[in-house]
């Protein structure tokens, strides 16, 4: 288990909470007040936060100092698959759920849960996959 879970937890997460803060704000805005549909809000939020993720948790979370784009690419990856699986799941489960409420409701709900799975999904995704270490 101290395998899986270390040191760079607190860090991934105090960046997510950065990242929740900006990216969320966004994704909200966006489908409550402008109107855009689920999967343009959501993505937004990825796109926005990914950037400043990528950044925060290549530098500070995980100390990993390689350049190159195909570690770019990996996070975009990354990023890109924990996003379709975490939204791809909240939605139907949430509908589900909540099948008695309104559909911006459930919508809105999903959104949550989404990202309580993208974060769980995207630590170990940017820790073994993106900025996984090399070893010696």
Do not use: H
């Amino acid at each position: 288990m101290a395998r899986l879970i270390d040191k760079s937890v607190p860090k991934f997460l105090l960046v997510g909470v950065l990242n929740t803060l900006v990216g969320a704000g966004i994704m909200f805005a966006l489908f409550n007040l402008a109107g855009w549909p689920y999967w343009a809000a959501t993505a937004s939020n990825y796109l926005v936060g990914g950037v400043l993720s990528y950044f925060l948790n290549k530098y500070f979370t995980f100390q990993n100092k390689e350049r190159s784009w195909a570690q770019v690419g990996k996070f975009a990856l990354t990023v890109a698959v924990c996003w379709l699986i975490a939204y791809g799941i909240a939605r139907p489960l949430t509908a589900w759920a909540l099948s008695g409420q309104a559909v911006k409701v459930q919508e809105n709900v999903s959104m949550l849960v989404g990202m309580c799975l993208y974060t769980g999904l995207n630590y170990f995704g940017q820790r073994f996959f993106a900025f996984q270490k090399k070893r010696a």
